[in-house]
């Protein structure tokens, strides 16, 4: 099993759709076993996949040692995901675990008792904008990062800052094996000079990590989500859906390859 | 002299780009005294101008007591417009304050001497994408709210969240008289149902707050920061400038009937 934080503090970049159309590929196409957690207060990986945001049901109770994260978990539509939904009260846990010991390492304690479990073959955390505890929670609980990256120029400035955010966690003694699997090129406007020159920038940088397949701009991944559903079942012939099987099926040959 | 919060917790919907255009049309066109504030720690609003961002030139020092506002306050290339940059220390106050009491109105002590000197006409806060310390104090100590909104699913869920923190913001007597100014829809792309679907809809319930003017998706707005260029500088004939001007106007004529 692995757990990999859907990750960026830069906002709109693609993270929530990121987190849907990989977690729904895998669970089909690979028949992979796919919990996907909503740490987002937004709720958007929630509520993108149709289901209604109760209080209650996020990991919120669990962090704060009220509940067990068993009783949290939902399975969904798709046979191999399951889904711990996110609600408001997520957003409290900003300020309750920051002013507690051992905040940074919290969640990293409660995700553990799934490795014992093995139920699932990826654990898919989906997180807010921000640097704050809750992000780098989970970056502190999870071996991998995986960046969605638009091809903006504030895309790429943000991209030092969490590759730097990273380390620290992994330098205070957290994470120690946590890495950096992957960047995913999100949004790219094949029309425009701005989204080459990014792209070519980060694959300068970053050789080993880009990954090939590059998530296209595409008005139905915006529209999916409208309609609760992933892009495989909203517009599965289309433009979008191709780009996130491709992505699912690289990340898959970059796990075996290890 | 009014402060303007420029905030919605949805990343990547133009809180920026609006702060960075309105500011500077504000500045030129209207020949208005402009304090711009960068409170997001990405620095986006820093950039974005092509100001370089060094540690110590934020607000941070002045939020934790050790320097004067006055002495963060730097000029910029245009004649009516001033900048408090940001930098990474700013992240440390969402958890510094998170920790002290009264760190909801710690901002507006701090902005409070303004009104006093009264040098500005408008004081704009680019805010981050959090539902956290920096946002609720942002709200805390503005007059009004600005809010861009993308025009897309995501964008129209996270309306209702804003509008409900304010108002709880509001209730908890930091900030009794605070009001939402307006809501600029953002990217909007005329060839596609999606963006007209969400103004439609944005347009029925808050016909009061909307402004007419709509900011289309314009790559040029994308390409700007990159050179660290606001909109008038980098394209001042095109539809980014066209769209920025008509909103800074609209904003001026809002103000004037009140
Ligand atoms: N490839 C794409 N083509 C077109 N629209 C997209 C694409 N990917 C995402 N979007 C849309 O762009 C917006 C931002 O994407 P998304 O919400 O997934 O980003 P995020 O990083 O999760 O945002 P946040 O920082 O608020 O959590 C959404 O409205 C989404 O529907
Ligand atoms: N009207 C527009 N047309 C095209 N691109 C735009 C437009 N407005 C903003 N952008 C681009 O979209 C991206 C998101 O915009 P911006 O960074 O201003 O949003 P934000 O709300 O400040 O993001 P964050 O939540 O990270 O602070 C940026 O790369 C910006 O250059
Ligand atoms: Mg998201
Ligand atoms: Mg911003």
Redesign the interface.
């Known amino acids: 099993m692995k757990i990999v934080a859907i990750a960026n503090?830069?906002?709109?970049?693609g993270k929530?759709t990121t987190s849907i159309n990989l977690a729904t590929c895998l669970a089909t196409l690979g028949k992979e076993r796919v919990l996907l957690i909503d740490l987002d207060?937004?709720a958007?990986t929630t509520?993108?996949l149709g289901l209604t945001t109760q209080p209650g049901e996020s990991l919120y109770e669990v962090l704060i040692g009220h509940a067990s994260l068993a009783s949290k978990v939902t399975a969904t539509r798709f046979d191999n995901l399951s889904i711990i939904p996110s609600d408001?009260e997520l957003?409290g846990v900003?300020?309750e675990l920051?002013?507690t010991e051992g905040h940074l390492t919290r969640l990293r304690e409660v995700l553990s008792q799934l490795r014992v479990a093995s139920m699932y073959d990826w654990v898919l955390l989906d997180c807010?904008?921000?640097?704050?505890?809750l992000m780098t929670s989970a970056l502190a609980a999870a071996d991998e990062l995986l960046i969605p990256l638009?091809c903006?120029?504030?895309g790429l400035?943000?991209l030092a800052?969490i590759v730097h955010v990273q380390e620290q966690v992994r330098l205070s003694g957290a994470n120690p094996d946590g890495r950096i699997e992957g960047i995913v090129m999100t949004m790219f406007?094949g029309?425009?000079?701005?989204s080459r020159q990014v792209v070519d920038q980060v694959r300068e940088h970053f050789p080993e990590e880009v990954y090939q397949t590059v998530i296209r701009r595409s008005?139905r991944l915006?529209?999916a989500?409208?309609f609760g559903q992933a892009i495989i079942e909203y517009n599965s012939a289309g433009q979008g859906a191709v780009d996130y099987r491709s992505l699912a099926q690289e990340f898959l040959t970059r796990h075996r390859q290890k």
Do not use: C, W
């Open positions: 503090q830069k906002g709109g970049v929530t207060p937004q958007n509520s993108g408001m957003a900003e300020i920051a002013q807010p904008p921000s640097l704050g505890v638009q903006e120029f504030f400035e943000g800052k406007d029309r425009t000079n701005l008005v915006g529209e989500p409208s």
